[in-house]
């Protein structure tokens, strides 16, 4: 059962922004690690951003550090990711997920999954 649901992609071009965001009903994976995930055709899902519970730490990607943002706001249950200066491979399905413990590092802490969000950048 999907909890998490992503919004936000599209197609843009390249150096343009685009703001992802991801919500969660009710007080499901409030208080929660979250993150952005990536999955290009052809290649395995990876760690694009994660966050802690309080927002106070985050982690990124060295592809995406200086141009993209992760943040959540808990009263809404909602987590962002601002990407800017998007580039053509940044190409990708993007999803959010929640973990279910307190890691929040590593692709494999997480498991809770949206259903994705296409994010196209090409000129």
């Known amino acids: 059962q999907v909890q998490l649901v992503e919004s936000g992609g599209g197609l843009v071009q390249p150096g343009d922004s685009l703001r992802l965001s991801c919500a969660a009903p009710k007080n499901i994976f409030r208080w929660s690690p979250k993150g952005w995930f990536r999955q290009a055709p052809g290649k395995e899902r990876?760690?694009?951003?994660?966050?802690?519970?309080?927002?106070?730490?985050?982690n990124y990607a060295d592809s995406v550090k200086c141009r993209f943002t992760i943040s959540r706001d808990n009263a809404k249950n909602t987590v962002y990711l601002q990407m800017n200066s998007l580039k053509p491979e940044d190409r990708a399905v993007y999803y959010c997920?929640?973990?279910?413990?307190?890691?929040?590092?590593?692709?494999?802490?997480?498991?809770?999954w949206g259903q994705g969000t296409q994010v196209t950048v090409s000129s």
């Open positions: 990876e760690l694009v951003a994660t966050i802690t519970p309080s927002g106070d730490q985050t």
């Open positions: 997920a929640a973990a279910y413990g307190s890691a929040w590092k590593s692709v494999s802490d997480f498991g809770a």
